[in-house]
């Protein structure tokens, strides 16, 4: 049975996650504009996390991303890396509107965050408007869904414990 998780950390984290997944082509270009060299490969995640969070998730507070993006920095390179990822993300808040003009007016693959050969396919087969369809669908927000395993909590058992940590689930 399916549960529906619609509320609580859990869900914020899956949105993080999966939404830096969901938009890396574009952040990497956004990160690009921001960063003087390429950063390690554990900072550039460290990065990307933090510029989900500045460019497309609505409710996060700019100061506290930047503060808990700088500590996951420090925590993964030192005083070093906290202070680059700090100098991107202060200049990534600066220049935001500027950014974002910017992105929308690269090729769809960049700013929809697709791979080009995908959108060749789907425009070939669905024409232009319905390949932006599509890629606006397919950057939707999914639900957070997870799977009981038999024999242990029923739908109902687990909804109830959900409600009680202050998260609500629907079977």
């Not at 989900?52 to 700019?62: E, I, M, V, W």
């Not at 959900?162 to 079977?171: S, Y």
């Amino acid at each position: 049975m399916l549960v529906s998780l619609e509320e609580g950390v859990d869900r914020k984290v899956a949105e993080v996650v999966y939404g830096v997944v969901r938009w890396c082509r574009a952040l990497d270009w956004i990160l690009a504009r921001l960063a003087p060299r390429r950063p390690a490969p554990e900072l550039r995640a460290v990065l990307l996390v933090g510029l989900y969070q500045l460019f497309y998730l609505d409710a996060a507070d700019d100061h506290a991303t930047v503060h808990e993006t700088v500590e996951a920095a420090k925590a993964a390179g030192g005083a070093a890396a906290a202070g680059f990822v700090n100098a991107v993300l202060r200049r990534a808040q600066r220049e935001r509107e500027g950014l974002r003009a910017e992105l929308a007016r690269q090729p769809e693959g960049v700013r929809a965050s697709h791979p080009d050969a995908l959108l060749e396919r789907w425009r070939a087969r669905w024409g232009g408007a319905g390949t932006t369809e599509l890629c606006a669908w397919d950057n939707l927000r999914p639900d957070l869904v997870v799977r009981l395993r038999s024999g242990g909590l029923t739908p109902v058992e687990f909804a109830a414990r959900c409600a009680a940590a202050g998260h609500r689930a629907t079977p």
